[in-house]
């Protein structure tokens, strides 16, 4: 199973690009990476999963670089309301039982006016 | 489309007693996943469950914990005889299919405090 490593926390401004990074050096062939948001007293909310290169979306862009050992979660213009935990995630894509998802403690960002 | 409900949102208990906590899958998903998450921590695997059988339940503990997702209802989370430690906010999640890229939708969760 590979370990994610995350920063703990980071701060931003409104309408500045925020940039999570992950780190996963073990991920597997048949892995791909998924990011979740949660906001305080909620479930888990998906916001986008790659394979590899780039992969955008109407809320934030996920870029691989071709080794894979890493991956980064891009939200533009971020407003107050992006405040919350982004979680990243590795998923084996062979689960024949199941995708459980392993959770770490997140990158817990804040932003301000 | 309704998303992943859960019920209660919130529960309390008294140590000795049981939970009972539900989920109802999203429309059209038959694969239904429990997780617990304790303060300040990230969610963690407890079963994983189609309808009428239980696949993983591997980060369910052994005793006072059980799940099912019978052919008609909701999912049910039970906890016997809780203890202190049982505190935590429990979330349910449905996917359509298992395996692939199936993305987990996730319910807002029941919030269990033992007394």
């Known amino acids: 199973l590979a370990k994610t490593t995350q920063p703990i926390s980071m701060d931003s401004y409104e309408g500045q690009e925020v940039n999570i990074t992950c780190s996963h050096n073990n991920i597997a062939t048949n892995d791909y990476i998924t990011w979740y948001q949660q906001f305080p007293s909620q479930g888990p909310r998906f916001i986008i999963q790659?394979?590899?290169t780039k992969v955008t979306n109407e809320v934030a862009s996920l870029f691989i670089p071709a080794d894979r050992k890493s991956s980064t979660l891009s939200l533009p213009r971020v407003s107050l309301s992006d405040t919350a935990v982004y979680y990243c995630?590795?998923?084996?894509?062979?689960?024949?039982?199941?995708?459980?998802?392993?959770f770490g403690t997140g990158t817990q960002l804040k932003v301000e006016l | 489309n309704a998303g992943v409900m859960q019920n209660p949102r919130h529960l309390v208990r008294r140590r000795g007693q049981e939970a009972r906590l539900r989920c109802s899958p999203m429309k059209g998903h038959s694969h239904v996943y429990w997780y617990r998450q304790l303060p300040e921590e990230g969610l963690k695997f407890m079963v994983y469950?189609?309808?009428?059988?239980?696949?993983?339940e591997s980060g369910m503990p052994k005793e006072r914990f059980s799940a099912e997702f019978p052919k008609e209802g909701p999912s049910i989370l039970r906890i016997q005889q809780v203890v202190r430690g049982d505190s935590a906010a429990y979330f349910c999640?449905?996917?359509?299919?298992?395996?692939?890229?199936?993305?987990?939708?996730f319910g807002p969760g029941t919030r269990l405090l033992v007394l």
């Open positions: 790659g394979y590899k």
């Open positions: 995630l590795v998923v084996n894509i062979l689960t024949g039982g199941g995708n459980k998802l392993t």
């Open positions: 999640a449905s996917s359509p299919q298992a395996g692939g890229q199936e993305t987990q939708y």
């Open positions: 469950l189609q309808k009428e059988n239980i696949i993983d």
